[in-house]
Nanobody
Framework: VQLQASGGGLVQAGDSLRLSCVAS?????????VAWFRQAPGKEREFVAA????????YHADSVKGRFTISRDNARNTVYLQMDSLKPEDMAVYYC???????????????????WGQGTLVTVSS
C-alpha cells in the first residue's frame, strides 16, 4: 500500500485546512484502519486521529477533539482530516498511516501501523 498525503500549507490561527491521504496498491482498502499522526520539531510523533476499517468508529486525540474530524471515502481510497480553529501548537508535519491489525487500544501507537505516507507540513502563524 502506498499512501500520499497532501493539503498542508501556511495558515493563520483560527483558519481551517483539510488534509487528504490517498491510498493505492491494495484492493481491499475499506478493511484498513487509517490514522493521522503529527510531529513537530524536537518532539515525538503524536497521534491525532484514526478511523477504523469496515465501518468502524473514529477516534480523536483530546488535543484536537471538537476541532479536527477524520473521515473516509472508500470509493476514492481517501481519508480526510478536516482541521478547524487551528492553533500555533498544531504546527507540525502530518503523516497518514494505515494498518490491518489495529484494535482500539493500540490506535495511538505508531508501531502498530504497517504503511506510512511521506508527510505534509502544516504551518500556523499566530
Amino acid at each position: 500500500v502506498q499512501l500520499q498525503a497532501s493539503g498542508g500549507g501556511l495558515v493563520q490561527a483560527g483558519d481551517s485546512l483539510r488534509l487528504s491521504c490517498v491510498a493505492s496498491g491494495r484492493a481491499v482498502y475499506r478493511g484498513l484502519s487509517v490514522a493521522w499522526f503529527r510531529q513537530a520539531p524536537g518532539k515525538e510523533r503524536e497521534f491525532v486521529a484514526a478511523i477504523k476499517g469496515n465501518g468502524g468508529g473514529t477516534y480523536h486525540a483530546d488535543s484536537v477533539k471538537g476541532r479536527f474530524t477524520i473521515s473516509r471515502d472508500n470509493a476514492r481510497n481517501t481519508v480526510y482530516l478536516q482541521m478547524d480553529s487551528l492553533k500555533p501548537e498544531d504546527m507540525a508535519v502530518y503523516y497518514c498511516t494505515a494498518g490491518s491489525r489495529l484494535i482500539n487500544s493500540n490506535l495511538p501507537n505508531p508501531r502498530a501501523y504497517d504503511y506510512w505516507g511521506q508527510g505534509t507540513l502544516v504551518t500556523v502563524s499566530s
